[in-house]
């Protein structure tokens, strides 16, 4: 079986996570895969980054994204906390990632709403990536399903892949049920198991939990069948 393993949030042990230089480093390591996360700026920019606010990387950098300009969220140094080395780093916009990013690398777009919901991201992903002629080697994830369900139905071909994080019972029966047409259920991987192996296989679906930096819980997880793990650790993204 292939194992597909992607760099989550680029290298984030190598450089500011979702960033460009976090992006360059997975692609320098070969990453096959990279996830990020996209949110819109107040003029409805797609910007990477995780987080709804900057604390974590800029703490004098007050309130959400959501509330920033482009123009703004360009000013705010999301790297000097990370190292020295990188001071002066911003964030990202996808397209500017997508004109890095080759086109034979998978990329992971996750439509990073809740408890923020951002009206309208679905079209302007789609039309990003229309722009960039980036509609191959895709698959669209969030944990808000309604986003999937609005992305699907602009683009029906692009893969989907549905986000878990709560251990609810028998996902693979929402799975079916939910109305979206699936290509993958992206778990957590604490409660990853063989059931939901199996019965995610069952449905043709194929199965990449989230965040796998362990070697032996990587390895426990793909002996159990999973199809590849999202990880911050380059000694697994760049597996097989
Ligand atoms: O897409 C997998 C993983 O990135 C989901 O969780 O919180 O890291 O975005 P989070
Ligand atoms: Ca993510």
Same mark, same amino acid.
């Given at each position: 079986?292939?194992?597909?393993n992607?760099a989550?949030?680029?290298?984030?042990?190598?450089?500011p996570e979702?960033t460009?230089?976090?992006?360059?480093?997975?692609?320098?390591h070969g990453?096959?895969a990279i996830?990020?996360?996209v949110q819109?700026?107040?003029d409805n920019?797609l910007?990477?980054?995780?987080?709804h606010?900057f604390?974590?990387?800029n703490?004098t950098?007050?309130?959400?994204?959501?509330?920033y300009?482009l123009?703004?969220?360009k000013?705010i140094?999301?790297?000097?906390?990370?190292?020295?080395?990188f001071?002066?780093?911003s964030?990202?916009?996808?397209?500017?990632i997508?004109?890095i990013?080759p086109?034979d690398t998978?990329?992971n777009i996750?439509i990073?709403?809740?408890?923020v919901?951002?009206?309208?991201i679905?079209?302007?992903l789609?039309n990003?990536?229309k722009n960039?002629?980036?509609?191959?080697n895709?698959?669209? %994830?969030?944990f =808000?399903? &309604?986003?999937l369900?609005?992305f699907?139905? +602009?683009?029906?071909? !692009?893969?989907?892949?549905?986000?878990l994080?709560y251990?609810i019972l028998?996902?693979?029966?929402?799975?079916?049920?939910c109305?979206l047409?699936l290509?993958?259920?992206?778990?957590?991987q %604490?409660?990853? =198991?063989? &059931?939901l192996?199996?019965?995610?296989?069952? +449905?043709?679906?194929k !199965?990449?939990?989230?965040?796998v930096n362990d070697?032996?819980r990587y390895?426990?997880?793909?002996?159990?069948g999973?199809d590849?793990v999202?990880?911050?650790?380059?000694?697994?993204f760049?597996l097989?």
């Open positions: 079986m292939l194992v597909l992607f989550h949030r680029g290298s984030l042990t190598e450089a979702n460009l230089p976090a992006i360059k480093k997975a692609i320098e990453a096959r996830e990020l996360d819109l700026s107040r920019q910007v990477v980054i995780h987080d606010n604390r974590r990387f703490s950098a007050k309130g959400l994204v959501k509330d300009t123009k703004e969220i000013t140094d999301v790297g000097f906390t990370f190292s020295e080395e001071t002066g780093v964030l990202a916009t996808l397209d500017e997508l004109e990013c086109l998978i990329l996750e990073k709403n809740i408890p919901i951002y009206d309208g679905e079209v302007l789609y990003c990536l960039h002629n980036r509609l191959n895709l698959i669209i %994830s969030s =808000d399903h &309604e986003a369900q609005k699907q139905t +602009l683009a029906p071909d !692009i893969p989907i892949g549905l986000l994080y251990r028998k996902p693979w029966t929402y799975a079916k049920n109305g047409n290509y993958s259920i992206h778990p957590l %604490s409660w990853t =198991d063989k &059931e192996i199996t019965e995610s296989k069952k +449905l043709g679906l !199965i990449y939990p989230y965040t070697k032996e390895k426990e997880l793909i002996d159990l999973v590849g999202f990880s911050n650790n380059p000694e697994i760049t097989p």
